[in-house]
């Protein structure tokens, strides 16, 4: 049925709206996958290791050692939970918020990897102790000899997408998988060939 407001019908949003369901569902999934890994993870560290005692892994270059910690990724800002509480609400926006204009696969990893791991950490801060809202996130990977910093998998989802992110835009990656030049040129391309089409279309009923 054709709508009134906009003339279009269902079937013509749903084919609009198809391209980037696509996407969307892989950002989903990679960001679910993530946030399990984390979540399982860190259940496993509460359960099998003792708080503060380093259990060694491959020698002194990984070791288990859980903490809990209530401040920022990598155990950074300790004491000031509530802040990074509010502000991994805003990531999380902004990455739903830009997640449906993903068309690139390379970007859906991104987006899957830093949606993942925000939620994983907030998901600790609202639900483990000491309170909502507040809670302290739980770290137990230790690499002494590349960082004194202890993390966790949502941790190291986040720097990866960062780290690529950066590269990405680095090199003007766009969303869609163009680059910046190729992008501007589809775009000229696309204008011209309506212009082309307009303009065969006009003829078209002059001569008729």
């Known amino acids: 049925m054709a709508d009134p407001l906009s003339g279009s019908t269902a079937t013509e949003r749903t084919e609009r709206l ?25 259940q496993w560290a509460l359960s099998s290791l003792t708080p503060g005692q380093p259990e060694p ?10 903490v809990r910690n209530s ?18 609400f805003a990531v999380l926006g902004v990455l739903l918020w830009l997640a449906p204009r993903i068309r690139s696969r390379v970007w859906v990893l991104v987006f899957g990897l830093v949606l993942g791991g925000t939620i994983g950490n907030l998901t600790d801060r609202l639900f483990r102790e000491p309170g909502f809202g507040v809670g302290h996130v739980i770290d137990f990977i ?26 990405l835009t680095l090199f003007d990656v766009h969303l869609d998988g ?3 030049e190729k992008a501007s040129s589809t775009e000229v391309d696309s204008v011209r060939s309506e212009h082309d089409s307009n ?4 003829h078209g009923g002059a001569g008729s």
């Not at 002494?144 to 992110?165: L, S």
């Not at 303009?199 to 006009?202: E, F, N, S, Y």
């Open 142 to 167: 230790w690499t002494p000899w590349m960082m004194p910093a202890i993390y966790n998998v949502a941790d190291c989802a986040i720097v990866v997408g960062m780290c690529a992110f950066v590269v």
């Open 178 to 180: 163009t680059r910046g």
């Open 18 to 42: 198809r391209p980037m369901m696509g996407p969307l569902i892989i950002v989903i999934a990679v960001a679910l996958f993530v946030w399990g890994l984390d979540q399982a993870t860190k």
């Open 199 to 202: 303009t065969h279309d006009a």
């Open 71 to 88: 401040g920022a990724a990598f155990s950074i800002a300790s004491g000031a939970t509530w802040i990074f509480t509010v502000v991994a």
């Open 57 to 66: 892994v491959i020698g002194e270059a990984l070791q288990w050692l859980l």
